[in-house]
């Protein structure tokens, strides 16, 4: 299993309207690619030094050829969705991570 992280600092002033975004836009066009199997959006409880909320989106694809379409025929279009609706009031990065046990 491969876990595409995108992590977000969202500025507080936006939060509801961010959330609400992500799970009715965003989200929903990943979902229609076809070529996510699993996909968690989880809220950071410790703090970090950030002014913003922090926020973890997991993308899970379960081989490699699915994520190299998802990153070549989609990330760019759906981060410049993101971006020209929240320019300015969020930081994010990215973080790609290999599964390599399940205790259960």
Not at 43 to 58: A, C, D, M, V
Request: proline share 1%; charged share 30%.
């Amino acid at each position: 299993m491969i876990i595409y992280n995108i992590t977000y600092s969202i500025d507080p002033e936006i939060e509801t309207e961010w959330l609400e975004w992500m799970k009715e836009v965003f989200l929903e066009k990943i979902k229609s690619t076809n070529l996510v199997c699993g996909l968690k959006i989880l809220k950071l409880l410790t703090e970090i030094e950030s002014e913003g909320i922090n926020y973890s989106f997991q993308l899970e694809f379960d081989r490699t050829d699915h994520l190299a379409t998802f990153e070549e025929l989609y990330q760019q279009v759906l981060e410049g969705e993101h971006h020209k609706q929240f320019e300015g009031k969020y930081v994010s990065f990215r973080t790609l991570l290999k599964e390599v046990h399940t205790v259960f």
